[in-house]
């Protein structure tokens, strides 16, 4: 008889450990706040199944990544693109007004002597200096004779000194022509000295910084 008691109690003390283990097993997550059930040391107790014990306060904004909670992702914002590169400068421009009395013979478009030379000191400027960008050659004449005369030899004068230039070594793609004929007089055409004046071959040098 007494055998038997003995083993019944240590069946029920089997019985009773299974049963406390299965109910009140608890093990420690994160820090507890008032939502949760906390152990000594301040940690969440979970149940068996991972879960933790919420108090009758808890509410469901109270959740923590620890019990549960999706964590936050930081979104990081993308760092801003680079500013774009400054747009190239505008190149300075130095105008050079030849004149055509000494250049030309009167209604012709063939160089002289004394225009050559001109033409050769302008060619070692403009040769000398890398940082040209372009050349304007512009023919004008004065008001005497037809319109449409003066603006084909504007044309033609232009053309020749471009044409001497580019045989002293002046790239020829950084040259471009135009006349004006009589239609840009920079004195009155009513009297000799300003006709003179307007009789002319101006050549506009473009660089990125002045010519010297």
């Known amino acids: 008889m007494k055998n038997k008691l003995q083993i019944g109690g240590v069946l029920a003390a089997v019985a009773a450990g299974a049963l406390f283990s299965s109910a009140t097993l608890a093990h420690e997550a994160g820090k507890a706040n008032d939502s ?22 808890w ?35 130095e105008t050079v007004s030849l004149s055509a009395g000494a250049l030309f013979d009167t209604n012709k478009s063939d160089l002289k002597a004394e225009g050559q030379s001109q033409l050769d000191a302008l060619a070692s400027k403009i040769g000398g200096n890398a940082k040209v ?14 319109e449409s005369y003066n603006q084909q030899l504007s044309v033609r ?8 230039l580019a045989s002293k070594g002046v790239d020829s793609s950084l040259m471009s022509i135009s006349g004006m ?14 006709r003179a004046k307007n ?9 990125s910084q002045q010519v010297k």
Do not use: F
Request: aromatic share 2%; charged share 25%.
């Open 157 to 164: 004068r232009a053309t020749t000194v471009r044409d001497y």
């Open 36 to 57: 949760y059930v906390g152990a000594t040391g301040h940690h969440h107790i979970t149940d068996s199944s991972g879960n933790c014990v919420r108090t009758g306060s």
């Open 133 to 146: 960008t372009d050349v304007k050659i512009i023919g004008h004449t004065d008001s005497m004779g037809a």
């Open 181 to 194: 004929g009589e239609s840009s007089p920079v004195a009155d055409n009513k009297t000799r000295e300003g």
């Open 199 to 207: 009789r002319r071959v101006e050549v506009s040098i473009g660089v």
């Open 59 to 93: 509410k469901k904004e109270d959740m923590t990544v620890d019990c549960g909670a999706e964590p936050v992702v930081e979104v990081k914002k993308a760092p801003p693109p680079p500013p774009p590169p400054a747009p190239p400068a505008e190149p300075v421009y």
